[in-house]
Every structure is written in structure tokens, then in C-alpha cells.
């Protein structure tokens, strides 16, 4: 039995994985795996985050859907979005904030904060 997934499995599907609006679990399984600098590059180069306030997730008529009908949720590359944060909020018609769980602190100095900012 396996402990976790291989890198490259993990690679080859991240883009079509669908963490609706918690990516916290993705992030925490990936700051607990060895990742080389290759790894770390494919993850500043993959869209695999959602964001909290993209328009086109909200809008469910608008937004594409998969075979079975299911709203997909479009993904960003991490350099596409800004850690949430209330000031931030202030400017939310123009700067995309990364989808996390509201009652969760995400921040440049959290441990999930400087994984997703290096």
C-alpha cells in the first residue's frame, strides 16, 4: 500500500482537479512531500488554484461544464492571484484573491503562506 501519490501522477492530473473553494488540503499535502526544483517549478506554472472572487466561477450560466453537467471551476497559476487578506478585499473588482477557508489565517509568514508565495 501506498502512503502518497507520485509527483508526476500528481502533475499529470493537477490541472483538472476541482478543489471548489478549499485548496487548503492540496496545499498541506504538497508542503508535506519532498518536492525537487523541478516540482516546484511545474507548481508555479500549472493553474491548479481557485479564486474567491473570478466572475466567471460565480456565474454558473456562463461558466463551462463538465460531461456530467458540473459547473467546472476555473483554476489559476499561483502568480495570478493574491493571498486574501481585508485590504486586499477593498480592491476585489480587480484583484483576484486566492479561494481559502475564511475562518483559516493564510498569510506571507503562515507555513501554507510561504509555501504559495516562493
Known amino acids: 500500500v501506498r502512503q502518497s501519490v507520485s509527483m508526476e501522477f ?14 487548503k488540503p492540496l496545499i498541506e499535502y504538497l508542503r508535506s512531500q519532498p518536492l525537487t ?21 460565480k456565474d454558473t450560466t456562463a461558466s463551462q461544464k ?5 459547473v467546472i471551476i476555473k483554476l489559476f497559476k ?7 487578506s481585508a485590504e486586499l478585499r477593498l480592491f476585489s473588482d480587480t484583484a483576484r484573491l486566492l479561494s481559502w477557508p475564511s475562518e483559516e489565517e493564510l498569510s506571507p509568514k503562515s507555513a501554507n503562506g510561504k509555501f504559495l508565495v516562493r
Open 10 to 23: 500528481l502533475f499529470q492530473n493537477l490541472d483538472r482537479l476541482q478543489w471548489n473553494d478549499d485548496p
Open 37 to 57: 526544483n523541478d516540482d516546484l517549478y511545474k507548481l508555479k506554472s500549472t493553474s491548479y488554484l481557485p479564486s474567491e472572487n473570478d466572475n466567471s466561477n
Open 66 to 70: 463538465d460531461e456530467n453537467g458540473n
Open 78 to 84: 499561483p502568480n495570478a492571484l493574491h493571498l486574501p
